[in-house]
């Protein structure tokens, strides 16, 4: 539907757009480049913001795209567009998962995985059931421990980490004096299968070793420790099309193939059909690839084209030459000429932030350059931050959730775990909960540090559903007495009193009726 859509007339989609309201033109202007450029043509300019273009984002590369004004983020907007972004990701699902998330007794498990808690022996606190695989969820409270403590870290193929070896270099290095760049190395592989087989140069000769793949244990600033996964992977490339850039297609294969056995391990994909590294080839900042005339794809119209140098800073691809930056051999880096092996001229950067709060460092970001040994290879420079302890929590037992998030799956048998499959974990590649992606659903609600008070199907707002409405946390509390042990009313909690969550009462009848209508059926009274 959305291909033929934009077979259109532009004047009629224009026509489209104006009958439609602010939200529903911002979904539509990130679906396809064609509505990101109507939608800075002149007749919505009511809806530009101008300022926040200038203001905010005069440091990033050039883009030539308008963007929405601040009457966007205005409450009602906000909702209606959460609302739409979780139709789509349900959308993402397969079949079967798609029909426990409807049924009311799989809602209720998904609620059960993140608000029952369990006791775990080994960090010596309760985590949410989503935190013990289906084994451990059998054992006695003495016996029972949580993921973190089952499964392990895969860097590749050869080498795994654990989490009591995390927690002996962490009490390591707090003995080491303060200073920025106090690291421990904690793994690296030297197996052959990480050596460039396009180059003629040996092992031992690569600078610093940085064609292994390693872990090392990092102290930012006395603030928190956190694991640090770099790769730098050599990538061949084959001859490029006669436009002079290289296919899509072609690209994308060559990078399943280097994937496999390292970066699908700490680097996996987020979501089915996506590649991380595709985001380092932005077809308005570089002409590194050619999309026109794709299988896969529709192209790019013929009224589109490259945003022109001059309207382009010194980060852009198309202007900045820097040394190390350069996707085309580092010969003169002062050279501004045409790159005469084809290669876009510039920095190519990816990077995505997980997170929430302080707890941010959960980062995994791709950066791409040209060889330095020529023979037609790009270099995929992969690091990846996993957020380990504050500075005061060091050498703590206790798990983190970026830990537990970053494990390989088959090291805690996630795939065994048959109850939960469809609601925890699926196996079909093509599902957005698939159980190797980057953040699978579930996981993502419980985010946050593992032992926290998670409640997250608490804040379900029956005239929002299904977006997430958080209350006030004196709403959500009561004063039960004093600090001196006197009781005292229920009421302001600046009046001494003690605060406590309250208790919810359970939904029964009402509650499901609204569960079945949200999901599109009747249900009997």
Request: charged share 25%; proline share 6%.
């Amino acid at each position: 539907m959305a291909r033929h859509l934009c077979t259109l007339p532009e004047e009629l989609l224009l026509q489209i757009m104006r009958y439609l309201d602010p939200t529903s033109i911002q979904c539509l202007r990130r679906t396809s480049r064609i509505f990101l450029r109507l939608f800075s043509s002149p007749c919505f300019s009511h809806q530009h913001n101008k300022e926040l273009s200038i203001r905010l984002f005069s440091c990033l590369p050039y883009t030539p795209w308008a963007r929405p004004s601040r009457a966007f983020e205005a409450e009602a907007h906000t909702r209606r567009f959460i609302e739409y972004l979780e139709r789509d990701a349900r959308r993402n699902l397969c079949v079967s998962c798609r029909a426990v998330e409807s049924d009311l007794k799989g809602f209720h498990r998904a609620r059960n995985l993140i608000e029952k808690r369990l006791y775990c022996a080994a960090c010596g606190v309760e985590h949410p059931l989503v935190y013990f695989s289906a084994a451990e969820r059998q054992k006695d409270e003495q016996a029972r421990v949580c993921i973190g403590y089952e499964g392990h870290f895969r860097l590749c193929e050869h080498k795994v980490i654990n989490w009591k070896t995390v927690t002996d270099a962490t009490r390591k290095l707090m003995s080491y004096p303060a200073n920025d760049h106090a690291f421990i190395p904690l793994l690296e592989c030297t197996a052959a299968m990480h050596i460039p087989t396009n180059h003629t140069i040996t092992a031992q000769k690569w600078p610093g070793g940085k064609i292994f793949p390693r872990l090392y244990l990092h102290r930012y600033k006395d603030r928190n420790f956190s694991l640090r996964v770099e790769w730098a992977a050599h990538l061949p490339l084959s001859e490029p099309a006669s436009s002079g850039r290289h296919l899509v297609d072609d690209l994308t294969d060559r990078l399943k193939l280097l994937r496999r056995g390292t970066a699908e391990y700490f680097a996996p994909q987020s979501r089915p059909g996506y590649l991380p590294e595709m985001r380092l080839f932005d077809p308005n900042r570089c002409d590194f690839l050619d999309y026109t005339g794709t299988p896969s794809g529709t192209g790019i119209g013929g009224d589109w084209s490259l945003a022109p140098p001059s309207d382009s800073n010194t980060q852009s691809c198309r202007t900045h030459t820097g040394p190390g930056c350069s996707l085309r051999r580092p010969k003169d880096p002062r050279s501004r000429t045409t790159d005469e092996d084809g290669y876009a001229v510039g920095s190519h950067i990816m990077r995505t932030l997980f997170g929430m709060g302080r707890r941010l460092p959960y980062h995994l970001g791709v950066k791409a350059r040209a060889c330095s040994e020529g023979d037609r290879c790009l270099v995929l420079s992969y690091v990846r931050d996993i957020f380990v302890a504050d500075i005061s929590d060091a050498g703590c037992r206790k798990v983190t959730h970026s830990w537990c998030e970053a494990l390989d799956p088959d090291s805690y048998k996630l795939a065994e775990d048959s109850e939960n499959e469809g609601t925890l974990w699926c196996r079909n590649e093509t599902c957005a909960n698939y159980y190797r992606f980057l953040e699978r659903p579930v996981m993502r609600r419980c985010r946050g540090k593992v032992g926290d008070t998670m409640d997250w199907f608490c804040y379900y707002n029956p005239d929002t559903w299904p977006t997430i409405k958080v209350r006030p946390p004196e709403r959500n509390m009561k004063v039960v007495g004093t600090a001196q042990g006197k009781p005292k009313a229920q009421g302001n909690p600046s009046t001494g009193g003690i605060l406590q969550p309250k208790t919810r009462r359970k939904r029964g009848k009402r509650w499901a009726r609204f569960w079945a209508k949200c999901c599109g059926r009747q249900s009997s009274r």
